[in-house]
């Protein structure tokens, strides 16, 4: 809504699920709704030193899921929101560090991605919460990738 601003914010809506899906078991009993979910997010990419391959890049979100609260079983706020960021500290032909953050359903998640010509690598860690309500049984997730792009 600014481009001239410093900080370059962005603001998203979507709506998910359209239409409901209802989805029955074989014997007609049991049926699963998949509810329309309605999301909002924003972010604010600043810039920050131009024309320079330091600290050129700088991403930082938020996102609220489900904001209307039509999944009737969960009702945790801690749960519908993802923050997040991410800082390239290097951003060079050659190579790039990128060191990434947030809180992922209320639990803190982190990573870190390197480029060095063709390699490219980064390192996650992010929690999925598989209790109740967010804060409840926590089961981290470790992902590393590593790939060859030219």
């Known amino acids: 809504p600014f481009p001239e ?16 899906f209802k989805i029955e078991d074989q014997s007609g009993n049991s049926t699963l709704i998949i509810p329309r979910t309605f999301n909002v997010g924003f972010a604010l990419r600043p810039r920050l030193l131009k024309n320079s391959a330091f600290l050129q890049d700088c991403k930082i979100g938020i996102d609220i899921i489900d904001i209307t609260q039509n999944f009737k079983e969960d009702k945790d706020w801690g749960k519908r929101l993802y923050v ?3 800082i390239k500290l290097i951003d060079h032909p050659i190579l790039m560090l990128a060191l990434r953050g947030g ?21 996650v860690s992010y929690a999925e ?8 049984s926590e089961n981290r ?8 792009r030219w």
Request: aromatic content about 24%; proline content about 5%.
């Open 5 to 20: 601003s410093f900080l370059n914010p962005a603001i998203g809506f979507s709506v998910m699920n359209i239409p409901e």
């Open 84 to 86: 997040g960021g991410e």
């Open 103 to 123: 809180f992922y359903r209320g639990y803190p998640a982190y990573g870190i991605g390197l480029r060095f010509l063709i390699f490219y690598g980064q390192f």
């Open 129 to 136: 919460e598989i209790g109740g309500i967010a804060g409840q």
């Open 141 to 148: 997730r470790y992902l590393f990738n590593f790939a060859i």
